[in-house]
């Protein structure tokens, strides 16, 4: 089995059990003071999370309803606030197997993202700052932030093109191309 086969596999397990927690709909709901802050940390009443172990096992239940981030078991759907994105995308790498290329992601909870179809990425543009803001698909209408230094290798593996006259970046990974934006604005 390839590098990118077992990457595959392994996201494939891990998605067969969130599609039993999309299932989960308790009727006691709430509130719990645990904060994702923007850089990935993750906060109960106001103390750092210490145990990566921890993180894991809340990230693995954590759901977005619109804009509403929650906790869901089977038994509770406790709301949770959530500064930007929930998880960051600190690592980037691209893994060429004998039939294609993949673009792989990994995040700050150690779980791994392939760009293809399902795992878009999007790109906005900061208001204030005018700087980039990249972000991932991860699961369940669930991003992840692509942190500077991973969009900064992301760029080292973009190629340019050519469309209605300007320039884009743009990346390849599984067959498709994926859009980083116009490098003429």
Same mark, same amino acid.
């Given at each position: 089995?390839?590098?990118?086969?077992?990457?595959?596999?392994?996201?494939?397990?891990?998605?067969?059990?969130?599609?039993?927690?999309?299932?989960?709909?308790?009727?006691?709901?709430?509130?719990?003071?645990?904060?994702?802050?923007?850089?990935?940390?993750?906060?109960?009443? /106001?103390? #750092?999370?210490?145990?990566?172990?921890?993180? !894991?096992?809340?990230?693995? =239940?954590?759901?977005?309803? @619109? *804009?509403?981030?929650?906790?869901?078991?089977?038994?509770?759907?406790?709301?949770?606030?959530?500064?930007?994105?929930?998880?960051?995308?600190?690592?980037?790498?691209?893994?060429?197997?004998?039939?294609?290329?993949?673009?792989?992601?990994?995040?700050?909870? /150690?779980? #791994?993202?392939?760009?293809?179809?399902?795992? !878009?990425?999007?790109?906005? =543009?900061?208001?204030?700052? @005018? *700087?980039?803001?990249?972000?991932?698909?991860?699961?369940?209408?669930?991003?992840?932030?692509?942190?500077?230094?991973?969009?900064?290798?992301?760029?080292?593996?973009?190629?340019?093109?050519?469309?209605?006259?300007?320039?884009?970046?743009?990346?390849?990974?599984?067959?498709?191309?994926?859009?980083?934006?116009?490098?003429?604005?």
């Amino acid at each position: 089995m390839s590098e990118l086969d077992q990457i595959l596999a392994d996201i494939e397990s891990n998605a067969e059990g969130e599609t039993a927690r999309r299932d989960w709909n308790p009727s006691n709901q709430g509130e719990i003071d645990i904060r994702i802050a923007a850089d990935g940390s993750w906060f109960h009443q /106001g103390r #750092r999370f210490q145990r990566e172990s921890l993180i !894991r096992l809340f990230a693995s =239940i954590l759901r977005r309803e @619109g *804009e509403v981030y929650f906790l869901v078991t089977p038994v509770e759907k406790l709301r949770i606030e959530v500064e930007d994105a929930p998880f960051i995308a600190n690592l980037v790498e691209l893994i060429e197997d004998d039939a294609q290329q993949a673009i792989v992601f990994t995040t700050n909870i /150690g779980e #791994r993202i392939v760009v293809d179809h399902q795992h !878009r990425i999007r790109v906005e =543009i900061d208001a204030n700052s @005018g *700087e980039p803001r990249p972000y991932i698909h991860f699961r369940a209408g669930l991003e992840a932030l692509i942190n500077r230094s991973a969009f900064y290798d992301l760029l080292n593996l973009a190629h340019e093109s050519r469309r209605d006259g300007k320039t884009y970046l743009s990346i390849t990974s599984m067959n498709e191309e994926f859009e980083l934006g116009s490098i003429d604005d």
